[in-house]
């Protein structure tokens, strides 16, 4: 079994501040990770995944995410807020190659000129 | 085309009517899936084929929705006597096969409004 937890359904930030997005997971087996981007009206939009290869990701679009095992998160992150990245963020984890993704509710990020 | 291709992209229904959602996923894509997205919520999954046949159906809510994959390429997302709850947005994903590490990828979605 697998779920995950996206702490937070709206995030603001300050255009040029840091964003960051909160996921933990739990998984009965070692997880691959990803954190998926929608758009308005748009599809889903692979940002990053965490594969057991290493454990800090960069993804595009300047995002990166670390796998901390010990937390059970995998947290998203940006330096630097862009107005383009006004968007909703969905963490999701697969327990299992084959198997379906389980995703969290999503954090819907604003960003603030 | 190059991506997923999920038609229609709205399909606007009154209750108790019959429903087909139709997925093309990427060519060469063995494994399909259909999640479904509620408004507020996450993707939650449905349904998920290897080639024509599912592998596993777990997330279909109830007897009245069904999927198919024939030639194990375009498949349909069927729901009979559609109730109000079954709107929403339904999305498709596919994925080379079994090996990788997962990534799913996904089309822009059917949002069925059932009236």
């Known amino acids: 079994a697998q779920s995950v937890t996206q702490l937070g359904s709206h995030v603001s930030v300050s255009e040029g501040a840091l964003v960051l997005l ?54 998203l992150t940006k330096p630097s807020a862009h107005m383009s990245d006004a968007a909703e963020y969905f963490c999701a984890v697969s327990g299992q190659r084959g198997n379906q993704l389980t995703f969290g509710k999503g954090t819907k990020l604003s960003v603030i000129p | 085309g190059a991506g997923v291709s999920q038609t229609p992209s709205n399909k606007v229904t009154e209750k108790g009517k019959y429903v087909e959602l139709r997925c093309d996923p990427i060519s060469g894509h063995t494994a399909l899936y259909w999640y479904r997205q509620s408004l507020g919520q996450g993707p939650e999954f449905l ?37 109000r709850g079954d709107s929403a947005v339904y999305l498709c994903a596919s994925r080379p096969g079994l090996a990788g590490s997962g990534e799913l990828f996904f089309g822009e979605g059917s949002r069925l409004t059932v009236l």
């Open chain 1, 22 to 75: 909160r996921c933990n997971y739990s998984s009965s087996v070692p997880p691959y990770l990803f954190w998926y981007v929608q758009y308005p009206n748009q599809g889903l939009q692979l940002l990053l995944k965490y594969t057991s290869a290493a454990t800090l990701v960069k993804g595009i679009n300047g995002f990166e995410a670390e796998f901390k095992k010990s937390e059970t998160s995998f947290h």
């Open chain 2, 47 to 83: 349904i998920y084929f290897q080639g024509t046949g599912a592998a596993d159906d777990s997330g279909l809510p109830n007897d009245r929705f069904f999927a198919v994959r024939p030639e194990g390429s375009v498949s349909t997302l069927k729901i009979q006597r559609t109730e």
